[in-house]
């Protein structure tokens, strides 16, 4: 944006200003800068001597954006603003330039365009949406058409802006449609304003003189317009629309010995354009650089160059320009209908052909497609132009070898600064903070010894009062002693004084190591193409023939025979580490997974029986046990009750008799006699009959074996290794997911190589399992579900099942496809258990499993999505939903 302050040249360019227009100081004191009217310090020019310039100033194709459409007649320049190129700025170049002498050119606005726009993306359009800009370039296909935004141009712009590699300084009025704006560059050796360029409107003199930049003094410098949404009229002379206070000459009639011509491209020339087919991420960018480098006459077409358009335009993005996912084809993301859309680029392909000058169109991925480039070439058929295919394959020469280690260099050069930088950074601050903790630890020393020193002060004065008390209690006259005062020492420490230690301001220069030395082709934080661009079409890469259209196919790094079968060398190498984006699960997959499901709800629900009869059998077994503890236990009652009514009715007798014989004076003897022999006779009382059947030891089944001495791998059956018990009975929620993660990646290892169906795709590279299990069982692979940081560290877990080829970095399986049962998985996986049981007993706790359980475990359905039910999860029948809760009692 430009400041309000102006330029610095204003002021000293300026002579003492007349007195019209401008109020006298005596009147009002200062005179505003604003209102006073300068006096003119260019001269007349004196009468030209020597041969002009003969031919028109014009503009040539090659010198003009491609947006830019010239008139036949009336010296127009009028930009299209279709599709998105309304907001792109349109450059142009003269013909002629000059680098010596006095000279002006003239331009106005006929029209001012107001082309659709978006109202959602209104506030991201920059303003102003019609702009001017006029000024002098330096020549030569490399300098920018965009005035102002490079160090190689110079000019004023319709805001009132003096604009100089992208900085604006206010430096006069607005000027718009009704305005004729004249540029005057002098590049005298002497003289007043020597050196300068300035801008006038109507005739009078708009800005003072701006001093032109060291960066184009002795270049030759050519007229030069930007514009948007308006049609500029330019008039290069010999006569003015607008005569000036002084005489000028016109471009039209500049010397020959101070002019410089470019001139017109030879009619009968034959334009070319030229496809570069180049491999992804091998140079394609960089050889595209040097390319252009050599013929800066070229017109590059690609995506890249759009962007830099719209840089250079002052659109903005809201992440930056350098934020992209390709180069090959990065995201416009304005936030503008209009450009993110891509219909710059349909605008740009169909108005190339039409236009004279030679192009180079890179499109990395669409240049190594052959439905593609013979797409491409139809499009010039007709056009008049050369169609030229270069393939850039195999071994690079000399010269890009030496590129690349230049801009290796260059790449690790700027990553060092930014570190030193950095680190600098902290060492000043961490020194800034050092400095700030002593000078606050000096601070409160300091206030401490003031401190000290007033309670010294005030102790003193209290004695003095004690003593002159004293005094005057005896009878005599105190006399007080003269103290000197200790001066405070503010002298500044000798460490305080000394200033810190200057620090290398200049990051170290680095160099390339052995390795980065042999690296043919620089590695670019953005990819030539995205991952999905790649994966989903390498494969139809292809060298490309004559026969697609082209009018020559040249090969620069190889010769055919060799780009050929580097390329199926490179595809053969890419296969292996590229993922197949559009795979599908084929037949056999989908039978082979819906089998698993039902074994495992299968095994799940066996598990779950086996259980229950395990508890039903031990409630059982409970409640007869309970049963006869309750008959033991009236049984022993029994016997108690009888033998408390045995002694109670002896005693009841042994009274009844000695009554008597007192009251018949019998004797106790003759009384008992009686007594025994008209007793009554009691019945003994039955005790309770409890006939039950004693529990036998073996009740629970004969077939039952040891589970622990079990050999996993020997049993004939896995459901049932004896007494109805499988072989997972003691399966846990880690057991059952660790087996159906086994299952999972053996049948995703055999699948992927059914469904390819290419030899030389040996398997699935270890970075891709995630994304084919995810695109297969439709449910991601979370390592960290299984405590794992990387999945290699969930590899070794199923080690026993697939395994990492070292060599390939393939996954493997260890299981051949077609199994007679898939009960090997529960062998497996029960062998895996009794192992980290028997480790974790020994003390070894990192044998230990950690996985994720969720609040609603689905074991085998791994760390996806539940695919089939579990003990936990599949509700039992009534009975045994009963005998479990007993059992919990």
């Given at each position: 944006?430009?400041?309000?302050k102006?330029?610095?040249?204003?002021?000293?360019?300026?002579?003492?200003?007349?007195a019209?227009?401008?109020k006298?100081?005596?009147?009002?004191?200062?005179v505003p800068?604003?209102?006073i009217e300068?006096?003119?310090?260019?001269r007349?020019?004196?009468?030209?001597?020597?041969?002009?310039?003969?031919?028109?100033?014009?503009?040539?194709?090659q010198?003009?954006?491609?947006?830019?459409?010239?008139?036949?007649f009336?010296?127009?320049?009028?930009?299209?603003t279709?599709?998105g190129?309304?907001?792109l700025?349109a450059?142009?170049?003269?013909?002629?330039?000059?680098?010596?002498?006095?000279?002006?050119?003239?331009?106005?606005?006929?029209?001012?365009?107001?082309?659709?726009?978006?109202?959602?993306?209104?506030?991201?359009?920059?303003?102003?949406?019609?702009?001017?800009?006029?000024?002098?370039?330096?020549?030569?296909p490399?300098?920018?058409?965009?005035?102002?935004?490079?160090e190689?141009?110079?000019?004023?712009?319709s805001e009132?802006?003096?604009?100089?590699?992208?900085?604006?300084?206010?430096?006069?009025?607005?000027?718009g449609?009704d305005?004729?704006?004249?540029?005057?560059l002098?590049?005298?050796?002497?003289?007043?304003?020597?050196?300068?360029?300035?801008?006038f409107?109507?005739?009078?003199?708009?800005?003072?003189?701006?001093p032109?930049?060291?960066?184009?003094?002795?270049?030759?410098?050519?007229?030069?317009?930007?514009?948007?949404?308006v049609?500029?009229?330019?008039?290069?002379?010999?006569?003015?629309?607008?005569?000036?206070a002084?005489k000028?000459?016109?471009?039209?009639?500049?010397?020959?010995?101070?002019?410089v011509v470019?001139?017109?491209?030879?009619?009968?020339?034959?334009?070319?354009?030229?496809?570069p087919?180049?491999?992804?991420?091998?140079?394609?960018?960089?050889?595209?650089?040097?390319?252009?480098?050599?013929n800066?006459?070229?017109?590059?077409?690609?995506?890249?160059?759009?962007?830099?358009?719209?840089?250079?335009?002052?659109?903005?993005?809201?992440?930056?320009?350098?934020?992209?996912?390709s180069?090959?084809?990065?995201?416009?993301s304005?936030?503008?209908?209009?450009?993110?859309?891509?219909?710059?680029?349909?605008v740009?392909t169909?108005?190339?052909?039409?236009?004279?000058?030679?192009y180079?169109?890179?499109?990395?991925?669409?240049?190594?497609?052959?439905?593609?480039?013979?797409?491409?070439?139809?499009?010039?058929?007709?056009?008049?132009?050369?169609?030229?295919?270069?393939?850039?394959?195999?071994d690079?020469?000399?010269?890009?070898?030496k590129r690349?280690?230049e801009?290796l260099?260059?790449?690790?050069?700027?990553?060092?600064?930014?570190?030193?930088?950095?680190?600098?950074?902290?060492?000043?601050?961490?020194?800034?903070l050092?400095?700030?903790?002593?000078?606050?630890?000096?601070?409160?020393?300091?206030?401490?010894?003031?401190?000290?020193m007033a309670?010294?002060?005030?102790?003193?004065?209290?004695?003095i009062?004690?003593?002159?008390?004293?005094?005057v209690?005896?009878?005599?006259?105190?006399?007080e002693?003269?103290?000197?005062?200790?001066l405070?020492?503010?002298a500044?420490?000798?460490e305080?004084?000394?200033d810190?230690?200057?620090?290398?301001e200049?990051p170290?220069?680095?160099?390339?190591?052995?390795?980065?030395?042999?690296e043919?082709?620089?590695?670019?934080i953005v990819?030539?193409?995205?991952?999905?661009?790649?994966?989903?079409?390498?494969?139809?890469f292809?060298?490309?023939?004559?026969?697609?259209?082209?009018?020559?196919?040249s090969?620069?790094?190889g010769?055919?025979?060799?780009?050929?079968?580097?390329?199926?060398?490179w595809?053969?190498?890419?296969?292996?580490?590229?993922r197949?984006?559009?795979?599908?699960?084929?037949?056999?997959?989908?039978?082979?997974?819906?089998?698993?499901?039902?074994a495992?709800?299968?095994?799940?629900?066996?598990?779950n029986?086996?259980k229950?009869s395990?508890?039903?059998?031990?409630?059982?077994?409970?409640?007869m046990?309970?049963?006869?503890?309750?008959?033991a236990?009236a049984?022993?009652r029994?016997?108690?009750?009888?033998?408390?009514?045995?002694?109670?009715?002896?005693?009841?007798?042994?009274?009844?008799?000695?009554?008597?014989?007192?009251t018949?004076?019998?004797?106790?003897?003759?009384?008992g006699?009686?007594?025994a022999?008209?007793?009554?006779?009691?019945?003994p009382?039955e005790?309770?009959?409890?006939?039950?059947?004693?529990?036998?030891?073996?009740?629970?089944?004969?077939?039952?074996?040891?589970?622990?001495?079990?050999?996993?791998?020997?049993?004939e059956?896995?459901?049932?290794?004896?007494?109805?018990?499988?072989?997972?009975?003691?399966?846990?929620f880690?057991?059952?997911?660790?087996?159906?993660?086994?299952?999972?990646?053996?049948?995703?290892?055999?699948?992927?190589?059914?469904?390819?169906?290419?030899?030389?795709?040996?398997?699935?590279h270890?970075?891709?399992?995630?994304?084919?299990?995810?695109k297969?069982?439709?449910?991601?692979?979370?390592?960290?579900f299984?405590?794992?940081?990387?999945?290699q560290?969930?590899?070794e877990?199923?080690?026993?099942?697939?395994?990492?080829?070292?060599?390939?970095?393939?996954?493997?399986?260890q299981?051949?496809?077609?199994m007679?049962?898939?009960?090997i998985?529960?062998m497996?996986?029960?062998e895996?258990r009794r192992?980290?049981?028997?480790?974790?007993?020994?003390?070894?706790?990192?044998?230990?499993?950690?996985?994720?359980?969720p609040?609603?475990?689905?074991p085998?359905?791994?760390?996806g999505?539940?695919?089939?039910?579990?003990?936990?999860?599949?509700?039992?029948?009534?009975?045994?939903?009963?005998?479990?809760?007993?059992?919990?009692?």
């Amino acid at each position: 944006a430009a400041p309000s302050k102006p330029h610095p040249a204003c002021a000293e360019s300026m002579a003492e200003p007349p007195a019209k227009k401008a109020k006298t100081e005596d009147e009002a004191g200062a005179v505003p800068v604003g209102l006073i009217e300068p006096a003119e310090r260019e001269r007349n020019a004196g009468p030209a001597t020597g041969p002009k310039v003969k031919d028109a100033i014009c503009f040539h194709t090659q010198d003009t954006t491609m947006n830019v459409m010239q008139s036949m007649f009336g010296n127009l320049l009028m930009p299209i603003t279709d599709g998105g190129m309304q907001y792109l700025l349109a450059g142009a170049r003269a013909s002629t330039g000059v680098k010596a002498g006095r000279y002006l050119f003239e331009a106005k606005i006929i029209e001012i365009m107001n082309p659709a726009d978006d109202p959602i993306s209104r506030s991201r359009t920059p303003m102003p949406r019609q702009q001017l800009r006029v000024g002098f370039s330096a020549g030569g296909p490399s300098s920018s058409l965009f005035l102002g935004e490079t160090e190689d141009s110079i000019g004023f712009d319709s805001e009132g802006n003096f604009i100089f590699n992208r900085t604006k300084i206010a430096c006069s009025q607005r000027f718009g449609a009704d305005t004729l704006v004249s540029v005057l560059l002098n590049l005298e050796a002497s003289g007043p304003n020597s050196k300068t360029i300035s801008l006038f409107t109507n005739g009078q003199r708009a800005s003072p003189p701006q001093p032109l930049p060291e960066s184009l003094q002795g270049k030759a410098l050519f007229p030069a317009m930007s514009f948007k949404n308006v049609t500029v009229h330019y008039n290069f002379g010999p006569h003015l629309l607008a005569p000036l206070a002084f005489k000028c000459h016109t471009m039209q009639e500049a010397l020959q010995k101070d002019a410089v011509v470019v001139p017109a491209p030879s009619k009968d020339a034959k334009h070319e354009v030229v496809w570069p087919v180049c491999l992804p991420d091998e140079g394609s960018f960089d050889w595209l650089d040097m390319f252009l480098e050599r013929n800066p006459h070229y017109t590059e077409l690609s995506d890249r160059a759009i962007l830099k358009w719209a840089e250079l335009s002052g659109l903005t993005r809201p992440l930056g320009f350098a934020s992209r996912s390709s180069n090959d084809k990065p995201e416009m993301s304005f936030g503008i209908a209009h450009l993110d859309d891509h219909s710059i680029r349909r605008v740009l392909t169909n108005i190339a052909p039409i236009q004279q000058r030679d192009y180079i169109v890179m499109e990395v991925k669409s240049n190594l497609l052959k439905n593609e480039r013979k797409e491409m070439a139809s499009k010039w058929a007709g056009s008049g132009f050369k169609r030229k295919v270069a393939v850039m394959m195999a071994d690079p020469p000399a010269v890009f070898r030496k590129r690349t280690q230049e801009l290796l260099l260059q790449q690790k050069q700027a990553q060092a600064d930014i570190k030193f930088k950095i680190k600098l950074a902290e060492d000043k601050k961490r020194k800034m903070l050092e400095k700030r903790q002593k000078l606050l630890e000096k601070e409160r020393a300091r206030a401490l010894k003031k401190q000290q020193m007033a309670q010294a002060e005030l102790q003193r004065k209290r004695d003095i009062e004690q003593k002159k008390a004293d005094a005057v209690a005896a009878g005599v006259e105190y006399v007080e002693e003269k103290v000197e005062e200790a001066l405070e020492d503010e002298a500044p420490d000798a460490e305080e004084e000394e200033d810190a230690e200057p620090m290398d301001e200049e990051p170290p220069k680095v160099e390339l190591d052995d390795e980065e030395k042999r690296e043919t082709f620089r590695k670019s934080i953005v990819p030539d193409l995205t991952s999905y661009a790649l994966n989903t079409s390498f494969m139809k890469f292809a060298v490309p023939d004559k026969d697609e259209g082209f009018d020559e196919v040249s090969f620069d790094w190889g010769k055919e025979g060799k780009c050929r079968e580097f390329l199926k060398q490179w595809k053969q190498q890419l296969k292996t580490t590229t993922r197949i984006e559009e795979l599908t699960p084929g037949e056999w997959f989908t039978n082979s997974w819906k089998d698993w499901q039902k074994a495992l709800q299968s095994w799940h629900m066996k598990q779950n029986l086996y259980k229950a009869s395990v508890a039903k059998k031990a409630l059982d077994r409970a409640a007869m046990l309970q049963r006869r503890a309750a008959t033991a236990a009236a049984r022993e009652r029994l016997m108690e009750m009888r033998a408390e009514k045995a002694a109670a009715d002896k005693a009841v007798a042994e009274k009844a008799a000695a009554a008597k014989a007192v009251t018949e004076g019998e004797t106790g003897e003759a009384a008992g006699e009686k007594k025994a022999e008209g007793a009554p006779v009691e019945k003994p009382v039955e005790e309770p009959s409890v006939e039950e059947k004693e529990p036998d030891s073996d009740e629970d089944g004969d077939d039952r074996v040891d589970f622990d001495r079990l050999d996993v791998f020997g049993v004939e059956d896995a459901l049932d290794v004896g007494g109805g018990e499988p072989l997972f009975s003691a399966f846990g929620f880690e057991d059952w997911t660790m087996m159906s993660l086994r299952f999972e990646l053996h049948l995703l290892v055999h699948a992927f190589k059914r469904d390819v169906n290419d030899p030389d795709r040996i398997g699935i590279h270890v970075e891709h399992l995630s994304f084919y299990y995810n695109k297969y069982f439709k449910k991601p692979l979370n390592h960290k579900f299984y405590g794992c940081e990387v999945i290699q560290e969930l590899l070794e877990l199923t080690r026993d099942t697939v395994f990492v080829n070292r060599r390939s970095k393939v996954v493997e399986a260890q299981l051949p496809e077609e199994m007679d049962s898939a009960g090997i998985f529960i062998m497996l996986t029960e062998e895996a258990r009794r192992d980290r049981v028997a480790r974790v007993d020994l003390g070894d706790q990192s044998a230990r499993l950690k996985l994720s359980q969720p609040m609603n475990p689905y074991p085998g359905a791994g760390a996806g999505s539940p695919v089939a039910p579990t003990a936990a999860t599949v509700r039992p029948p009534p009975l045994i939903g009963a005998l479990a809760a007993a059992q919990t009692l």
